[in-house]
T-cell receptor, first 114, second 114 residues
Framework: DAGVIQSPRHEVTEMGQEVTLRCKPI?????LFWYRQTMMRGLELLIY????????DSGMPEDRFSAKMPNASFSTLKIQPSEPRDSAVYFC????????????FGPGTRLTVL | AQSVTQLGSHVSVSEGALVLLRCNYS??????LFWYVQYPNQGLQLLLK??????LVKGINGFEAEFKKSETSFHLTKPSAHMSDAAEYFC????????????FGTGTSLTVIP
């Protein structure tokens, strides 16, 4: 298996710009999770999907953040407009239900907002 | 509600010494428990997990953990530290009845001294 794929791996942008992060889960996995990792707050769950449907978005920091999953093999996390405090590493993870709940993580996208 | 506490945000051991990373959880039901490792600039990788059955769980790279229900603990150990073990370690818990969300600890950074 290719594992969870995220792109880009690094993103540097200026404050106010739109940022789109992409994730391809492992084929056959029906759960997809977006996390944010910072030194100050650690690993935070932003949102997760089941069968392409958003289930819990209570971790999304504010309306500037949005996430979509148009099909089983693709998800995006969008920040518009971006702010310096959004600088973090964003991880995508996927899981298949019924197999001990293990989550598989992608390599992450390191976002820097100047 | 579920939560995880990792005692010690930084642990240093000498090469060849015992590694002990502590994890305590709070859960209303017997949970599923996980240890993940994160190497620099990489995503989280599963080390081991406990779902049911034998309470002593063996994982990759010589690590093991023991589920102790009476102590609500799931400490990670390795008899002899190797330089390559230097990384960030995360303990996580999920509810077997839902399993949708993982609750991560704040992580423990392991340094191995040559």
């Amino acid at each position: 298996d290719a594992g969870v794929i995220q792109s880009p791996r690094h993103e540097v942008t200026e404050m106010g710009q739109e940022v789109t992060l992409r994730c391809k889960p492992i084929s056959g996995h029906d759960y997809l999770f977006w996390y944010r990792q910072t030194m100050m707050r650690g690993l935070e769950l932003l949102i997760y999907f089941n069968n392409n449907v958003p289930i819990d978005d209570s971790g999304m920091p504010e309306d500037r953040f949005s996430a979509k999953m148009p099909n089983a093999s693709f998800s995006t996390l969008k920040i518009q407009p971006s702010e310096p405090r959004d600088s973090a590493v964003y991880f995508c993870a996927s899981r298949i239900s019924g197999r001990g709940d293990e989550q598989f993580f992608g390599p992450g996208t390191r976002l820097t907002v100047l | 509600a579920q939560s995880v506490t990792q005692l010690g945000s930084h642990v240093s051991v000498s090469e060849g010494a015992l590694v002990l990373l502590r994890c305590n959880y709070s859960s209303s039901v017997p949970p599923y428990l996980f240890w993940y490792v994160q190497y620099p600039n990489q995503g989280l990788q599963l080390l081991l997990k406990y779902t049911t059955g034998a309470t002593l769980v063996k994982g990759i790279n010589g690590f093991e953990a023991e589920f102790k229900k009476s102590e609500t603990s799931f400490h990670l150990t390795k008899p002899s530290a190797h330089m390559s073990d230097a990384a960030e370690y995360f303990c996580a818990v999920s509810d077997p009845n839902t399993g949708n969300q993982f609750y991560f600890g704040t992580g423990t950074s392991l340094t191995v001294i040559p």
